[in-house]
């Protein structure tokens, strides 16, 4: 059972906006930066949006990320078939003095 | 170009001992906080433990406190992962992420290596 919670699956087709979200408490997303990973089949994970929602150089801007209150959200838009990956939200946690991450979503496009 | 190379991954017995380590390459690995995060098979990622780029700030999860140990060798460009009394669920593939310490980029898992898989099994 993860901390921060996510959709175990989302889907959409090409050109579509999809969203995922990611749940979290006032000890995590609520107090602490909302961070997002995107883990392509087979490879290691890749930094997607850093402090809600900062983009490293590099990553497209159809990525974007948003926080509200205690949940962080990544929206993905013009959704290419390249897209299709497991998507993980982290944050801080301050009360288990540690990083803690959303269980995952597995992202299909269509 | 970034390079984080980890090593050290294999078959090991429950209660036994395993030394993770991390080659880094390509940057200024003294100016970098380093974390572990791992992932069993099939599963989702959790993070394991963190080191400033000093050596002075260390945490762990609660899953190894006590048995898992991080440092690191600025001289040696390298991180290091002790881990002791190993069981079953430890099994995972074993990534080191890179975290900037600069204060608009701090918490942020910038880089990765392309982990090493440990599986304890009997």
């Known amino acids: 059972q993860s901390v921060l919670t996510q959709p175990p699956s989302a889907s959409g087709t090409p050109g579509q906006r999809v969203t995922i979200s990611c749940s979290g408490s006032?000890?995590?997303?609520?107090?602490?930066?909302g961070y997002w990973y995107q883990q392509l089949p087979g490879t290691a994970p890749k930094l997607l949006v850093y402090?809600?929602?900062q983009r490293p150089s590099g990553v497209p801007d159809r990525f974007s990320g948003s926080k509200s209150g205690t949940s962080a959200s990544l929206a993905i838009s013009g959704l290419r078939s390249e897209d299709e990956a497991d998507y993980y939200c982290a944050a801080w946690d301050d009360s288990l003095r540690g990083w803690v991450f959303g269980g995952g979503t597995k992202l299909t496009v269509l | 170009e970034v390079q984080l190379v980890e090593s050290g991954g294999g078959l090991v017995q429950p209660g036994g001992s395993l030394r993770l380590s991390c080659a880094a390459s390509?940057?200024?690995?003294?100016?970098?906080?380093m974390n572990w995060v791992r992932q069993a098979p099939g599963k989702g990622l959790e993070w394991v433990s963190y080191?400033?780029?000093?050596?002075?700030?260390?945490f762990y999860a609660d899953s190894v406190k006590g048995r898992f140990t991080i440092s690191r060798d600025n001289a040696k460009n390298s991180l290091y992962l002790q881990m002791n009394s190993l069981r079953d669920e430890d099994t995972a593939v074993y990534y080191c992420?890179?975290?900037?310490?600069?204060?608009?980029?701090?918490?942020?898992?910038?880089?990765w290596g392309q982990g090493t898989m440990v599986t304890v099994s009997s």
């Open positions: 992420a890179r975290e900037p310490e600069t204060p608009t980029q701090r918490g942020a898992f910038d880089f």
């Open positions: 080191i400033s780029s000093s050596g002075s700030t260390i």
């Open positions: 006032s000890s995590n997303i609520g107090n602490n930066y």
């Open positions: 390509g940057f200024t690995f003294s100016s970098y906080s």
């Open positions: 402090r809600n929602n």
